[in-house]
C-alpha cells in the first residue's frame, strides 16, 4: 500500500529511546520524566472506591461536573480568580491531549505558531499536523530567558498562536510576572491565542511564585492553559488532566475535543473530584521536590557535571562540556551505556541543529535512587 506520511520526518520520541536503552543495559533512568514511587494510598482508595461502585460509563463531554468544580475550587485557591466550571474547564486524556486539540482546533492551513526552543517534542508535529507552520524562537542557555523584543519582531498576520511553557521542560526554568505582562501587551488587540503549558505549575522552587495565564484577565480572554494529573500527582500513566480557557475558546477546544476523544475515563475523575478538595494535597508539592533537586544538585556540587539550579520542573540541565566533545545524544547514550545512568539530550527539542553540549537529569526519583545515580555520575572526570 502507498501510504504517504503526515510526519515523515517524525523520529520516535527521545523519551522512549532512552527509557528503552536505559532496560537494556539496566541503567538507572533519569531520562524520562516519571517518578520511581508510588502514588498516594488515598487516592489509589478513592478510584477503587468508585471503580467497585460502579462509576463506569461515560462521563459528560467536557468532564464530570463536580471534577471541573473541584479544578475551579482549586484554581481560586491557588491564584485567586474564578474560573467558571461550567463553561471554561475541559477534562483531557492527559496534557499532550489538550495540546493537540487546541492545536487542531484554532490552528488552520498556512496559520504560523511561534514556539520557543528548546520545546516539548509534541508541539512541532502538532502544529505540523494541523497543517500549520511551526516558528521556533530559539532560546539561549545558561538562562533560556525569552526576548520579547525578539518575538515582536517575528510577529506577521499569518501567527495564530503563540505556545508557551512554564515551568520549562526541558531547561526547568520559569516565566516571572514581567515575563506575562510583556506577552499580554505584545498579543493585545491581536487574533493570536496563547496556548500556555502549565503541567508543571505546582513544581516551583526557592519562594518564587508560579505565574499562570490565569493571573492576568486581559491576556487570559486570548488563553488556552493545560495541566496534567499525572505530574501533579505522581502518576503519569494515567494520562488525565484538563484545559483552562474564556468560554468563546472553550468552545471551539470542546468541538474538536468531542470528536477526538468524547469523554475522559470516568473513576478517576469521581476520585480526583473528591481527591482536590483538600489542598494540602498538592500545597507540599515545592519543598518535596526542591529538596530532591538539592539532593541532586548537593551530590554533583564537586563533579565536572556544571548547572544552574532549576527553578521550576522536576528536571535539572547539566552543561557536561568539561568532560566531553561528544554530541549531545552520543554522550546520554555513553552515560547509559557506560555510566549506568540515563540522562535525556536536549538537542531533541530543538528544529536546528544545535551544538551546546547540555543533559536533562529528572529528579522525580526516591533519594536512594539519586544517591545511586550520583555515586555513578561522580565517576566522570575532566
Ligand atoms: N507538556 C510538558 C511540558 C510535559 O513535560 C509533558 C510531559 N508529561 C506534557 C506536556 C504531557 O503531559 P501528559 O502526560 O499529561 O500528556
Ligand atoms: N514529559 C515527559 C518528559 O519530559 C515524558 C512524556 C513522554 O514520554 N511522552 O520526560
Known amino acids: 500500500m502507498d501510504i504517504k506520511s503526515k510526519l515523515p520526518k517524525s523520529e520516535t520520541t527521545i523519551f522512549s529511546v532512552m527509557t528503552a536503552l536505559a532496560a537494556e543495559h539496566q541503567a538507572i533512568n533519569l531520562g524520562q520524566g516519571f517518578p520511581d514511587y508510588d502514588c498516594n494510598e ?22 464530570l461536573l463536580a471534577l471541573r468544580e473541584s ?33 487542531s482546533a484554532f490552528i488552520h492551513s498556512g496559520d504560523e505558531v511561534i514556539i520557543f526552543e528548546p520545546a516539548y517534542d509534541s508541539y512541532y508535529p502538532s502544529i505540523l499536523l494541523a497543517g500549520g507552520i511551526p516558528k521556533p524562537n530559539r532560546l539561549y542557555a545558561p538562562d533560556f530567558k525569552i526576548d520579547w523584543n525578539e518575538l515582536k519582531d517575528m510577529i506577521t498576520d499569518k501567527t495564530k498562536m503563540i505556545i508557551i511553557n512554564s515551568p520549562h521542560n526541558p531547561t526547568g ?15 493585545k488587540d491581536k487574533n493570536i491565542i496563547v496556548l500556555s503549558d502549565e503541567v508543571y505549575e505546582h513544581l516551583i522552587y526557592d519562594e518564587n511564585q508560579h505565574q499562570s495565564v490565569l493571573k492576568f484577565p486581559q491576556l487570559f480572554q486570548q488563553c488556552i492553559a493545560v495541566y496534567s494529573f499525572g505530574k501533579t500527582f505522581h502518576s503519569t500513566g494515567w494520562k488525565i488532566g484538563y484545559a483552562v480557557g474564556p468560554d468563546h475558546l472553550m468552545k471551539e477546544f470542546r468541538n474538536v ?65 568539561k568532560i566531553s566533545d561528544l554530541p549531545d545524544f552520543e554522550f546520554a547514550k ?3 551505556t557506560e555510566i549506568g545512568v540515563a540522562a535525556i539530550p536536549i538537542s531533541p527539542f530543538y528544529s536546528i541543529e544545535i551544538k551546546e553540549q547540555n543533559i536533562r537529569l529528572c529528579f522525580a526519583k526516591k533519594e536512594s535512587t539519586l544517591l545511586n545515580a550520583t555515586k555513578n555520575l561522580r565517576k566522570l572526570r575532566k
Open 42 to 63: 488515598d487516592l489509589k482508595k478513592l478510584i477503587n472506591k468508585y471503580l467497585v461502585e460502579g462509576r463506569n460509563q461515560y462521563c459528560p463531554m467536557p468532564g
Open 71 to 103: 479544578i475551579a475550587e482549586k484554581i481560586y485557591k491557588s491564584y485567586e480568580v474564578d474560573i467558571n466550571p461550567k463553561d471554561e474547564i475541559t477534562v483531557t486524556a492527559g496534557a499532550t491531549q489538550a495540546l493537540f486539540t487546541a492545536i
Open 173 to 187: 526554568t520559569s516565566l516571572e510576572e514581567q515575563d506575562l505582562l510583556n506577552l499580554q501587551e505584545i498579543v
Open 257 to 321: 475535543h468531542q470528536w477526538n476523544v468524547f469523554s475522559v475515563n470516568s473513576f478517576i475523575q469521581y476520585a480526583l473530584a473528591d481527591y482536590l478538595k483538600n489542598s494540602e494535597n498538592y500545597e507540599y508539592l515545592p519543598n518535596f521536590f526542591q529538596s530532591k533537586r538539592d539532593l541532586l544538585l548537593s551530590e554533583l556540587e564537586n563533579s565536572p557535571l556544571k548547572s544552574t539550579p532549576a527553578s521550576g520542573t522536576y528536571f535539572q540541565v547539566f552543561d557536561y562540556s
Open 334 to 336: 555513553y552515560l547509559t
